[in-house]
């Protein structure tokens, strides 16, 4: 059934493990998470970034309809969330367009700016109803530009800055830069798990990690274990159907009918959301 993000994440930090939330961009895409989720017996957040909206000619209603129709049959309780989005006009359709939670991207603002303009989505999305996202540090790797010093001490989320800034912006959970970075196609990344601990211990509200497709198994269970409540995906799964299509299709140079070389990203797809959701439950 379709439920809400607040209430995935809430229950999951109750549990003391992490919900994942996966980037959509097709409507392969929604029906390989759901059908993962369902295979691994977890909830799931689909989620939809501001840039796969602009891949979609600018229209949200399309993709998001598909996914809250597939979503309220799903057997796993599946929550939709906007995610990275920079502009007003997407924020107020959120609701409208049956999304629970939306993330606020000012991270590449200074810190001030990024506080002011953050408060005043947190004010819209509360407004409405929603429950907000918000980044601070710079995760990096978005957009194909190069991760401005991701692995560098000053682009990593402060502690203390962190604090301030959550209370200062009412936002619901914050996304912070340990270590990971987005759009990693190997599995790589070393998170500073003391720095995520610290930021645990100071933060009031729930931690999101990007760029996770760049974890190894052993770094994805010691980030939950350290205090990370929501775990984005993206990367992977384009890997996973992208791969899959590409073998097909080298497979069956004839091939013409869409749906044999969908089926193959689909079914890939949704055996990498399999695959990862077996690795936080306990072994
Ligand atoms: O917000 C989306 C995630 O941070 C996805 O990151 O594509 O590197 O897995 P990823
Ligand atoms: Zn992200």
Do not use: E, F, W
């Given at each position: 059934?379709?439920?809400?993000?607040g209430d995935l994440v809430t229950r999951a930090r109750a549990a003391r493990t992490a919900v994942l939330a996966f980037n959509i961009i097709t409507l392969e895409h929604v029906e390989a998470v759901i059908t993962g989720a369902e295979n691994a017996g977890v909830p799931v957040v689909l989620q939809v970034s501001e840039n796969a909206v602009r891949f979609r000619h600018g229209r949200l209603l399309p993709l998001a309809r598909a996914a809250a129709t597939a979503a309220e049959r799903a057997t796993v309780p599946v929550a939709l969330h906007l995610d990275h989005i920079r502009t007003d006009a997407l924020l107020q359709e959120a609701a409208n367009a049956g999304f629970s939670s939306v993330m606020y991207d000012a991270s590449?603002?200074?810190?001030?700016?990024?506080?002011?303009?953050?408060r005043a989505a947190a004010d819209r999305a509360h407004a409405q109803g929603l429950w907000i996202e918000a980044e601070l540090g710079e995760i990096g790797g978005k957009d194909g530009r190069p991760a401005r010093d991701a692995h560098a001490p000053g682009a990593r989320t402060d502690p203390t800055e962190a604090r301030a800034f959550?209370?200062?912006?009412?936002?619901?959970?914050?996304?912070?830069?340990?270590?990971?970075?987005?759009?990693?196609?190997?599995?790589?990344?070393?998170?500073?798990?003391?720095?995520?601990?610290?930021?645990r211990d100071s933060v009031g509200v729930p931690l999101v990690l990007h760029g996770s497709s760049g974890l190894p198994d052993d770094e994805l269970r010691a980030a939950v274990a350290g205090g990370?409540?929501?775990?984005?995906?993206?990367?992977?799964?384009?890997?996973a159907m992208t791969g899959a299509i590409r073998d097909h299709l080298a497979a069956h140079p004839d091939a013409v009918d869409a749906r044999s070389y969908l089926a193959a990203g689909r079914e890939a797809m949704a055996y990498t959301v399999e695959r990862i959701s077996s690795r936080l439950s306990p072994a």
């Open positions: 059934p379709l439920t809400t993000t590449h603002l200074p810190y001030d700016d990024n506080l002011a303009s953050t959550v209370v200062g912006a009412r936002v619901d959970a914050l996304a912070v830069a340990v270590g990971s970075v987005h759009a990693m196609t190997t599995r790589t990344a070393t998170l500073d798990h003391g720095l995520l601990r610290r930021l990370i409540t929501k775990v984005n995906i993206g990367t992977a799964l384009n890997q």
